[in-house]
């Protein structure tokens, strides 16, 4: 659990400082014109947001909450996987090293008692 603490603070900070990088440095609307006129741009987009819709199933799988679930899904749709380091690294510290609690969140002991 320790290696995917660390993957997943690497990205994290990884995300800051693109993210930083692009507001300081570049201009959204004129970057953002040129990347959709190019067919590997609108491709990169759409992989982008095929990987944020599939990572936000997992979040609405694991909360029970919807409203929290709402949240989550509402930020990786805004910030993309900036919001993704967040939630895994909250998930694997509240797991304390389950990694069945990590990866079915508050559904963990329901599925349990439907497989025994």
Same mark, same amino acid.
């Given at each position: 659990?320790?290696?995917? =603490?660390? /993957? !997943?603070?690497?990205?994290?900070?990884?995300m800051?400082?693109?993210?930083?990088? &692009?507001? /300081?440095?570049? $201009?959204?609307s004129?970057?953002?014109?040129?990347?959709?006129?190019?067919? %590997?741009? *609108?491709? $990169?987009?759409?992989?982008?947001?095929?990987g944020? *819709?599939?990572? $936000?199933? %997992? /979040?609405?799988?694991?909360? =029970?909450? *919807? @409203?929290?679930?709402?949240? %989550? /899904?509402? #930020?990786?749709?805004? @910030?993309?996987?900036?919001? !993704? +380091?967040?939630? *895994?690294?909250?998930?694997?510290? &509240? +797991?304390?090293?389950? %990694? #069945? =609690?990590?990866?079915? &969140?508050?559904?963990?002991?329901? #599925? #349990?008692? =439907?497989? +025994?």
């Amino acid at each position: 659990m320790k290696t995917a =603490k660390l /993957i !997943a603070w690497l990205g994290l900070l990884a995300m800051v400082a693109v993210l930083l990088n &692009g507001f /300081i440095n570049g $201009s959204f609307s004129e970057d953002g014109a040129r990347l959709l006129a190019n067919p %590997w741009g *609108i491709v $990169s987009l759409v992989d982008l947001y095929v990987g944020f *819709i599939l990572f $936000s199933m %997992w /979040i609405a799988f694991r909360e =029970k909450n *919807i @409203f929290a679930a709402t949240t %989550w /899904i509402v #930020l990786m749709m805004v @910030f993309g996987f900036l919001t !993704a +380091s967040v939630y *895994i690294l909250m998930a694997l510290y &509240g +797991s304390n090293g389950d %990694w #069945l =609690k990590l990866f079915l &969140g508050d559904r963990k002991e329901e #599925l #349990l008692e =439907k497989t +025994s």
